[in-house]
């Protein structure tokens, strides 16, 4: 190797070393990606780091002859071959991963691509032994042995694979995955081939670094932007929560008869104002809120709920409360909808609006479960449920399942009631 080659290999490793560990802490400081793809770019740009580091080592003792320099010299080159196929193999797996399929690593292109991948690796063990690859003899000098180019038959293969697999999953990625996986397959075959000619140069190396680069750009680009779509989708879901709670009709039906109770019972008119404020706070605060709260302080909201509810219905709808488990927590205004819908759907939907509702919780295992039960009317579940009418217990199913990882579960039949179970995991 000449000074000029020695000079432009030195410039080539320093810059991907600086791109690997500047992408190793981007990996690890965003946090608009979900966790596993920022896990595999955290390991990705590991990995890069470690076998650019190979590449400096071979490259600063090249010149070298002495014990040390050779024997590090006989570390980094057999090290850096086995890192370069641990990013080939990584990013197989994770283009199955963002192609959707769940067992990734049972798919039969992963499996083919991993059986490559040991046999490349048995080959790089064997050479240790046989040199039949590549030897560093005793002066430091690198020599090819006849089965040099045998080792990249694997790895060209595993890529070529990589670019089948973007090709049939291609209705599943977008477009911006797409150009990340293309560039990250294609780029270091044209490098291999640049690289028969131009020999001695670290062009691999480099472009292994520019597409992996690209790649971390691309995916962070599409998985920023579905971020912000997101928080978007919860900003809408919170206004919807509060325009779905504070019905009109139930605000206008609940001052009406805290206006009559002024004249007749001024005392129980004063406390139902106060009972109204709690309830109203209790609506607004649960748009900011973006953590679960305890059962019992749910359960004082819909206690006030349900006194306002007596102010004008009195003795007609009967509440029963069968609580045998508190020690958990729900998102807010996750309760108060249900019993509301009971009320308003159930027991009011009914020829004398006549009824009772019962609220009970209960420890099932490892779940806890949180029933709201009326007899009244009930409804063809079977059937599409009226968006309009029921947009507060879509809210409740969506925030269950988005806040707590919990399910809701509606059970009803025509003429004899509903019952609804709020189903979380406890912790």
């Known amino acids: 190797m000449d000074d000029a080659v020695w000079i432009i290999n030195l410039i080539i490793v320093v810059a991907g070393l600086t791109m690997s560990i500047l992408g190793l802490m ?93 046999s490349y690796i048995i080959l790089q063990i064997y050479n240790l032994f046989s040199g039949v690859l590549f030897v560093v003899n005793d002066d430091n000098s690198y020599y090819r042995g006849f089965l040099y180019s045998l080792q990249m038959i694997p790895m060209v293969i595993i890529l070529f694979i990589n670019l089948l697999i973007v090709f049939l999953q291609r209705d599943r990625l977008s477009k911006s995955q797409k150009t990340a996986f293309i560039i990250y397959a294609v780029l270091p075959i044209i490098a291999m081939l640049i690289q028969a000619i131009f020999k001695g140069i670290h062009l691999i190396a480099i472009s292994t670094v520019i597409s992996a680069f690209f790649m971390l750009s691309y995916i962070t ?17 919170k206004m919807n929560i509060m325009l779905s709670q504070i019905q009109p009709h139930f605000l206008y039906n609940s001052l009406t008869t805290i206006k009559r109770l002024c004249i007749k019972d001024s005392y129980k008119a004063s406390e139902s104002i106060g009972q109204f404020a709690e309830y109203l706070r209790h609506n607004m ?43 958990f927590r729900l998102p807010t205004l996750t309760l108060q909808p249900i ?79 509903t019952k609804a179970t709020i189903r979380l995991k406890v912790d």
Not at 56 to 74: E, P
Not at 287 to 314: M, N, Q
């Open 339 to 417: 019993v509301e819908n009971a009320v308003t759907h159930g027991i009011r939907g009914t020829e004398d609006g006549i009824g009772a509702v019962t609220i009970s919780t209960r420890l099932v295992g490892e779940n806890v479960e949180v029933t709201v039960e009326d007899d009244g009317a009930g409804f063809d579940v079977d059937k599409t449920i009226d968006k309009d009418s029921h947009i507060g217990i879509n809210n409740v199913r969506k925030r269950i399942e988005h806040m707590s990882g919990g399910e809701l579960i509606i059970d009803s039949e025509i003429g004899h009631g």
């Open 221 to 237: 680009r599409e998985q920023t932007k579905r971020y912000h779509i997101k928080e978007l989708e919860n900003a809408d879901l």
């Open 26 to 118: 981007q990996a690890f400081i965003e946090r608009n990606i979900e966790s596993n793809t920022r896990g595999f770019f955290q390991v990705l740009f590991s990995a890069l780091s470690l076998y650019m580091i190979c590449i400096l080592t071979r490259t600063l003792v090249t010149y070298n002859d002495d014990y040390i320099s050779v024997i590090l010299s006989r570390i980094v080159m057999p090290g850096q071959a086995i890192l370069a196929s641990v990013l080939v193999i990584l990013s197989t797996a994770f283009l199955l991963y963002q192609s959707g399929v769940i067992k990734w690593y049972r798919s039969v292109s992963f499996i083919v691509a991993f059986l490559l991948w040991i």
């Open 285 to 327: 605060d649960s748009i900011t809120a973006k953590h679960p709260i305890s059962f019992t302080k749910e359960l004082d909201h819909v206690k006030g709920y349900l006194s306002l509810i007596e102010l004008r219905f009195g003795d007609d709808i009967h509440v029963n409360y069968d609580i045998e488990y508190t020690d």
